[in-house]
């Protein structure tokens, strides 16, 4: 089933907020007629208090082909390498999709294993006129990391992340779905490489994306 071998997705979505800046306007000019009177004594003037600076968001980087995922609850995972690497292949495999051919730079973050469905994935989507689009969003279910073994279990929103056909509508009826993929990954000479992966675990609870 190709929900279950292309785990492919999108972007990192900024929301910037913009705060506008009012004036007082003109003040009124006193009536000549009405002289003021003099305060009884001098009022101290208002400080100024500076407006606290707006709290700094954690985000990714694009995907650095084109198609970038949005991880939910990123604070909370940015320091999880196995999970950034996993992004990164995922976003990999999501450009190769749109290019019709696997990005050179796959080869060396998979194992040969992987490296085979995704290159079938590819070549299948190409065949049939398949993209995905350029913004998508994934989840963690969970990941533990072991020295240089880390298993995760990632959760891809199907709406945003599942491949479309040339007349961009969803391949399938499953829309509105957090499919969930088991993977493992290993580390060698500082290099995060996916070993397996399997898209047979069904799907994480949750609601849409925020």
Known sequence: MIRDRLAIGASVVLLAGVV???GDGDAPTPSRSTPSAAPSQTTPPTP??????????????PGADGVTYKIQDFEKHQDDEAVIEWTRIAEGLAASTNQGRLVPWLEQRVSKKVLRIYADAVALSSKRKYHVADVGDVKVRSSRTEGDRAELSMCMWSTTTGVRDENDRAVGDDEGIWFRQDAVMSKASGQWVLTSIDGRGGTCRGGPPT
């Open 20 to 22: 506008g800046a009012c």
């Open 48 to 61: 100024v208090v500076p407006p606290s600076p707006s709290p700094t968001v954690a985000t990714r980087a």
